[in-house]
């Protein structure tokens, strides 16, 4: 099998470096899924140089799709579900020598990450899932699928602006928002606010909590707004961003659930979401 492959990508065709490469990750999937002596080693090239993945996660329910930044060797849980990924090794430019799984160059010719999801803490998947080709080894069930985008350099990490750690969990916030409406059948009023996600206010229906952790605080320090019904749609949540008032660009930009600018609120102060 191993030379055939080779054979292939001797080859100079892009089709039969493609189908070389395909049959690769099939090998490798199935050959070390069945021998336990392939062993994976990080290259000293590599180790330090990469920080985390990007995982593409689409909840197959609400047809909505979300971009997660992770750490590798780390746990992260998917909002409003038991499914829990664990994020092992990543090779930048994967390639099979032997027995061992290595990177062949500090580049991203060829990124792989090892994932494992747990749900209800049961393991039910395991495998390398690679950024070139991810129909061909990636996480599918009812409800989600999991998708391996690439990897994030030491770099990258120090490049998330406020702005945008604050885009990505209004995001997080709306689709534990929308489990909660699939669970009880509306969103939280402004009254219940953001709390309704981590309490139950006093559903039958309510299977939460529905994050991680109770966090509802934007990275300036001030409370995520919350609005239901709103004014842009069944609910709007957003941040004043940096400064705090409505408008303003860069770190002073508005994020909001609906792509425009905030509002200031004319309601009483106890029907913001609590803190």
């Excluded at 409003?80 to 994967?94: E, T």
């Excluded at 995520?224 to 709007?236: A, Q, R, W």
Aim: a neutral charge; glycine letters at 10%.
């Amino acid at each position: 099998m191993m030379q055939f492959i080779k054979e292939l990508l001797i080859k100079k065709g892009f089709l039969f470096i493609l189908i070389a490469s395909c049959l690769l990750i099939l090998y490798v999937d199935v050959y070390a899924g069945v021998n336990s002596s392939i062993i994976t080693e990080v290259p000293d090239f590599v180790k330090g140089k990469w920080t985390g993945v990007v995982l593409e996660i689409k909840n197959k329910t609400t047809k909505k799709t979300t971009e997660y930044k992770i750490n590798l060797h780390s746990e992260f849980n998917i909002p409003g579900s038991n499914l829990a990924i664990k994020v092992g090794d990543f090779l930048p430019d994967f390639k099979m020598n032997g027995n061992i799984l290595t990177s062949a160059s500090p580049e991203p010719n060829n990124p792989a990450v090892h994932l494992t999801v747990f749900e209800g803490g049961k393991k039910i998947f395991e495998g390398w899932n690679y950024s070139k080709f991810p129909t061909i080894q990636s996480f599918q069930n009812e409800k989600y699928s999991i998708i391996f985008k690439g990897g994030i350099p030491v770099q990258g990490l120090s490049t998330f602006s406020n702005s945008q750690i604050a885009k990505d969990y209004v995001v997080l916030l709306g689709m534990a928002l929308d489990q909660f409406r699939l669970d009880v059948g509306r969103y939280p009023t402004s009254n219940e606010g953001l709390q309704a996600l981590m309490k139950n206010p006093g559903y039958n229906a309510w299977k939460g909590p529905y994050l991680k952790k109770e966090t509802f605080i934007d990275p300036w320090g001030r409370p995520y707004l919350y609005v239901s019904p709103g004014k842009y749609g069944d609910y709007d949540l957003f941040s004043l961003g940096k400064d705090g008032v409505v408008g303003g660009s860069d770190e002073d930009k508005d994020i909001t659930s609906w792509g425009g600018i905030g509002y200031e609120f004319k309601e009483k102060k106890e029907s913001l979401s609590p803190m």
